[in-house]
């Protein structure tokens, strides 16, 4: 990135880049934002604010995320939302001020992966808004929620999700000891839209992740096997032949693991994996 200051700011600049702290590098970033300041030059200011979140500064952090979320492509959008969160869960008023009033959910539903991948969209608009309605971190620590909070939480997830994956509503059920066929369960999918959560998985939050996203996948794998048009548009984003459908309807439970569940669990994966790179160790 090409960073560009003035030659008469430099004997000011020098000392505050070489060895200043985080504030000092925030200021002279809203110095350049100043148009009777330093000259304004966003990539320059992003420079001096990444240096600034290096050094824990929380006002840094909170700018950073305003600057990626407002000058920078859709492939900064993690780490805007990465940097509102630490700069939140640090107690910045301004951070949680925007996570609670910028547009950031309409902004993830509009993401677009820099390949034109519609699969790789879907993992991280699932990523993205499972972090900002899911677990919300700055506003308490998901094992300190009451149960009627993490399922008011996960009820609004779901059907946005739903609406990002292009599939019809899905019933949800969350009832306690869950067993199929005999055996403790954490979900259950159906032929028939709905799925069953096993209630005390909520104490661990990332094992919730694992099963919601695992258990629509099944819901997506179901929609393919009925051959609708939305099914065939599905296999398409998936990239699931005709041949690896089949076995689906073939497949028997043993110890090697059938697609019947490795399809469902690439989805499962995918987004588990990608929230937990952004935001699993803020």
Same mark, same amino acid.
């Given at each position: 990135?090409?960073?560009?200051?003035?030659?008469?700011?430099?004997?000011?600049?020098?000392?505050?880049?070489?060895?200043?702290?985080?504030?000092?590098?925030?200021?002279?970033?809203?110095?350049?934002?100043?148009?009777?300041?330093?000259?304004?030059?966003?990539?320059?200011?992003?420079?001096?604010?990444?240096?600034?979140?290096?050094?824990?500064?929380?006002?840094?952090?909170?700018?950073?995320?305003?600057?990626?979320?407002?000058?920078?492509?859709?492939?900064?959008?993690?780490?805007?939302?990465?940097?509102?969160?630490?700069?939140?869960?640090?107690?910045?008023?301004?951070?949680?001020?925007?996570?609670?009033?910028?547009?950031?959910?309409?902004?993830?539903?509009?993401?677009?992966?820099?390949?034109?991948?519609?699969?790789?969209?879907?993992?991280?608009?699932?990523?993205?808004?499972?972090?900002?309605?899911?677990?919300?971190?700055?506003?308490?620590?998901?094992? /300190? $929620?009451?149960?009627? *909070?993490? =399922?008011?939480?996960? @009820?609004?997830?779901?059907? !946005?999700?739903?609406?990002?994956?292009? %599939?019809?509503?899905?019933?949800?059920?969350?009832?306690?000891?869950?067993?199929?066929?005999?055996?403790?369960?954490?979900?259950?999918?159906?032929?028939?839209?709905?799925? /069953? $959560?096993?209630?005390? *998985?909520? =104490?661990?939050?990332? @094992?919730?992740?694992?099963? !919601?996203?695992?258990?629509?996948?099944? %819901?997506?794998?179901?929609?393919?096997?009925?051959?609708?048009?939305?099914?065939?548009?599905?296999?398409?984003?998936?990239?699931?032949?005709?041949?690896?459908?089949?076995?689906?309807?073939?497949?028997?439970?043993?110890?090697?693991?059938?697609?019947?569940?490795?399809?469902?669990?690439?989805?499962?994966?995918?987004?588990?994996?990608?929230?937990?790179?952004?935001?699993?160790?803020?």
């Amino acid at each position: 990135m090409k960073v560009i200051f003035k030659k008469s700011h430099l004997p000011y600049l020098k000392p505050t880049l070489k060895g200043g702290n985080g504030r000092d590098l925030w200021n002279v970033a809203r110095m350049m934002q100043d148009e009777n300041g330093l000259q304004h030059q966003v990539s320059s200011e992003i420079v001096l604010l990444q240096r600034g979140a290096e050094k824990e500064d929380v006002w840094s952090m909170c700018e950073l995320a305003r600057m990626y979320f407002t000058y920078c492509g859709d492939t900064f959008l993690p780490m805007a939302l990465r940097y509102w969160i630490k700069a939140a869960i640090r107690n910045d008023d301004g951070a949680k001020y925007d996570l609670n009033n910028a547009p950031i959910v309409n902004r993830i539903l509009s993401y677009h992966s820099f390949d034109n991948s519609p699969y790789k969209e879907i993992e991280m608009k699932c990523a993205l808004l499972t972090e900002f309605m899911l677990h919300r971190v700055w506003e308490g620590e998901w094992n /300190t $929620l009451s149960f009627s *909070i993490k =399922e008011k939480r996960l @009820r609004e997830l779901w059907n !946005i999700v739903c609406q990002v994956l292009s %599939i019809p509503e899905v019933n949800l059920e969350i009832i306690p000891n869950l067993s199929f066929e005999g055996r403790i369960v954490d979900g259950l999918a159906g032929w028939d839209n709905k799925i /069953t $959560l096993r209630k005390e *998985i909520f =104490e661990d939050l990332e @094992r919730v992740i694992e099963v !919601i996203y695992h258990e629509l996948g099944h %819901i997506l794998t179901f929609e393919m096997m009925r051959g609708t048009s939305l099914g065939i548009k599905l296999k398409e984003i998936y990239g699931i032949s005709d041949e690896r459908m089949k076995s689906w309807r073939e497949g028997k439970m043993g110890y090697e693991v059938v697609t019947s569940e490795e399809d469902p669990d690439t989805l499962s994966y995918g987004v588990y994996t990608l929230w937990a790179s952004f935001f699993l160790n803020i």
